[in-house]
Nanobody, 122 residues
Framework: QVQLVESGGGLVQAGGSLRLSCTAS????????MGWFRQAPGKEREFVAAIDRSGDSTYYADSMKGRFTISRDNAKNTVYLQMNNLKPEDTAVYYC???????????????WGQGTQVTVSS
């Protein structure tokens, strides 16, 4: 099982940007599809974006398209989430997830990090 550690969260004003990072332990990072999810207080966990093992294929939730970009660097065992034009409704704890299958359902039940808080002020 892969161990994941997120970083890069913080407080930002509406319209600002943040880049989240998620670093994985182990030597098999490139065998995992990766994803980002988020959970706001009182809400269910929500899919944000996913990327396949090579980084050639990405998939986004409709509300994130055009504002968020997922990418990965297999040499650094790291997946990123670039978030631009942030809105107060983007406030949530952001989690990265890993699974060997590139589907939202399997990522949801795969390995998870501890999360990083993103707060967007209006």
């Amino acid at each position: 099982q892969v161990q994941l550690v997120e970083s890069g969260g913080g407080l930002v004003q509406a319209g600002g940007s943040l880049r989240l990072s998620c670093t994985a332990s182990g030597r098999t990072f490139s065998s995992y599809a990766m994803g980002w999810f988020r959970q706001a207080p009182g809400k269910e966990r929500e899919f944000v974006a996913a990327i396949d093992r090579s980084g050639d294929s990405t998939y986004y939730a409709d509300s994130m398209k055009g504002r968020f970009t997922i990418s990965r660097d297999n040499a650094k065992n790291t997946v990123y989430l670039q978030m631009n034009n942030l809105k107060p409704e983007d406030t949530a704890v952001y989690y990265c997830a890993a699974d060997q299958k590139y589907t939202v359902v399997t990522l949801l039940t795969g390995s998870w990090g501890q999360g990083t808080q993103v707060t967007v002020s209006s």
